[in-house]
C-alpha cells in the first residue's frame, strides 16, 4: 500500500519546475546577463584587469568570449534563485528577492573567491574582496526580478 501512493520522482521535478519557475529564471538571466556586462565588461574592466595575479593566459579577450556560456550561467544562476525563492523561502516580491538575492550572491561569491584566492595565483586579495560586492548586486538585481516574475499575478 505505500508503494501505491508514492509519488514518482519525474512527477516531483514537474512540480518544481513550473512554467513560472522557468519563467522566473529566464528573466533573471537576462537581467544579470546585460547587468554583468555593464558591471564587468564596461565598469570595472579595468580594475579586474590591473588586479590579475601571477597567472598568465587566464582570461579570454573580447573576442574569444563565449557569450553562449556566460548567458547559460546567468540562466542557471537564475534558476537556482527561483528554485529556492519558489519551493523553500516563498519569496514572490522584488523587494524579498532583491534581499535574499543580495546576501546569496555576496556570500557565494565570497566563498569561492577566498578559496580561489588561497589556492591559485588568478587574482588579487583586493579583486578577491570586491568581486563579493559586485556579486552582492547582480545577486539584488537577478533575485529581485525572480521574485517579482514569481510573485506576479498573485492577490495581495
Do not use: C
Not at 42 to 70: C, H, P, Y
Not at 116 to 121: A, E, L, P, Q, V
Amino acid at each position: 500500500m505505500y508503494f501505491r501512493r508514492r509519488k514518482h520522482l519525474f512527477t516531483k521535478i514537474k512540480m518544481i519546475m513550473n512554467t513560472k519557475v522557468l519563467l522566473a529564471a529566464l528573466a533573471g538571466g537576462i537581467a544579470t546577463f546585460f547587468l554583468g556586462w555593464a558591471l564587468y565588461g564596461m565598469a570595472l574592466k579595468g580594475f579586474f584587469e590591473s588586479n590579475v595575479g601571477s597567472a598568465t593566459g587566464v582570461m579570454r579577450g573580447d573576442e574569444d568570449m563565449q557569450i553562449w556560456a556566460i548567458f547559460a550561467g546567468n540562466v542557471a544562476w537564475s534558476l537556482l534563485l527561483a528554485l529556492l525563492y519558489s519551493r523553500w523561502a516563498g519569496i514572490t516580491t522584488f523587494m524579498a528577492g532583491a534581499t535574499a538575492g543580495a546576501w546569496i550572491g555576496f556570500l557565494m561569491a565570497l566563498g569561492y573567491d577566498m578559496i580561489s584566492f588561497g589556492t591559485t595565483n588568478m587574482g588579487t586579495l583586493t579583486a578577491a574582496l570586491v568581486d563579493p560586492v559586485v556579486n552582492a548586486v547582480l545577486g539584488a538585481v537577478g533575485g529581485g526580478v525572480v521574485g517579482f516574475v514569481l510573485g506576479y499575478g498573485k492577490r495581495a
